[in-house]
RNA sequence: GGACAGGUGGCGGAGUGGUCGAUCGCGCCGGUCUCGAAAACCGGAGUACGUGCAAGCGUACCGUGGGUUCGAAUCCCACCCUGUCCGCCA
């Protein structure tokens, strides 16, 4: 959600924020909209304010036991103004809210993906003769069933067995255990069903209402666990946040995957469903930068830790989410597909959250939106993904990976 | 799912269709007193929007949305949530 009073005060700056997103300038039709709506508003409010002194007038006269029809006919006539119902305020809002957020000044200008710069890598991507992808040995080792998945619940759906489906369960476990145990999460546990207000505060409705899958009760179905830990104090002042709330959560996501139709067809890269570790930070305004650093090295030490080769990304002005201001992501090497693919996105949505879902907290007098931040934990199917590519044997087989070995009563090796 | 009882400001808790944005208590902030503190006393404190250079003024908000009325926290309807009991159930 974008401030009014901003653009009110510097409508060729924000038009020069959506021209950075490839979009035409958007504030001649807001303010249009705004200054007629606020006419709007005065009027009635004038209209509110005689009814008001009618109304106590005629009270007062009552109890004097005086005639007041004169002056219940002079309140009746401003019924028409006063129960006018506002129409441009909910078009002005939908305006505001279908806007995407402003960019980080530092992020790189481009089109798309390739105009992304890569700032950080570690490890090589990893040459290995003969490599297979995940899914030939999934398969292959009789753990990975995609034809049984398709029986059960259509395309885009996987049924993982024995060790590997264990080896998803201690990829979560692990990734929650560093969270909590080095990097100062909180565990939550979660509803995967959320309502319209706390799918609208993390900017998930009203624009983008096709990728969501909807319950037969009017709910939604999270495509992240980022929405009901974001939306944790919706509505609400808080204290004031010295040190930033740190939320973690394991949870499956769901996503009705419009849009992706015949991408990523082969194999688990791309289900209607899958796990996922999430990282929220709710935080200060002067604090979102140094918090996005540090839940990005969060998310990065999962993949080091796990032996994979990874690189950060710095997503480009085309490429950069709808709610966020900045967006870093995490790719990981997958030698099977001989490609880089995302793992892991982290993004500060600075007060853009913080305004929809009306998060704030107190300092002094004024009352201070929040600064929201979320990043993937990183996503288990992937990094399953990568771990069986990346650990993958001649033979067929996957060593495990030293640190989820505990989570697996000591086994070494998948087949 | 059924039957009750509720949802009021940070918390507790009043509230009659008409000077109610709302008595009061606690908590909070400022002050007086004190060497300092406590107690006591005095005062101040909600959120959002509109309007104005500003002081200020106005409007809305008593779970949510409708309705009745000149006027609704108060009456009516629907929905949501909470509590208790019953039924069902992982």
Known sequence: MHDIRAIRANPAAFDAALARRGMAPATPAILALDTERRAFQTRQQEALSRRNALAKEIGQKKRGGEDTTALEDEARELRNLIEATDELGPKLEFMLASLPNILDAEVPDGADETANVVLHQHGEPVRIEGAKEHYQLGEALGLMDFEAASRIAGARFVVLKGALARMERALGQFMLDLHTGSHGYTECAVPLMVNDAAAYGTDKLPKFSEDLFKTTDGRWLIPTA???????????????????????????????????????????????????????????????????????????????????????????????????????????????????????SCSNTRDFQGRRMNTRFKRGKETVFIHSLNGSGVAVGRALIAVMETWQQPDGSVIIPPVLRPYMGGLEKLG
């Open 226 to 344: 980022e929405v009901p830990l974001t939306a944790l104090n919706m509505g609400e002042i808080i204290p004031e946040p010295h040190e930033p709330l740190r939320y973690t959560a394991l949870t499956p996501c769901f996503r009705s995957e419009a849009g992706s139709a015949g991408r990523d067809t082969r194999g688990m890269l791309r289900q209607h469903q899958f796990q996922k570790v999430e990282m929220v930070s709710i935080c200060r305004p002067e604090d979102s930068e140094a918090e996005h650093e540090r839940m990005t090295h969060c998310a990065e030490r999962v993949l080091t830790e796990l032996g994979l080769s990874w690189r950060r990304v710095f997503l480009c002005s085309g490429d950069t989410g709808f709610g966020a201001a900045r967006t870093y992501d995490l790719e990981v090497w997958l030698p099977g597909q001989q490609a880089w693919r995302e793992v892991s």
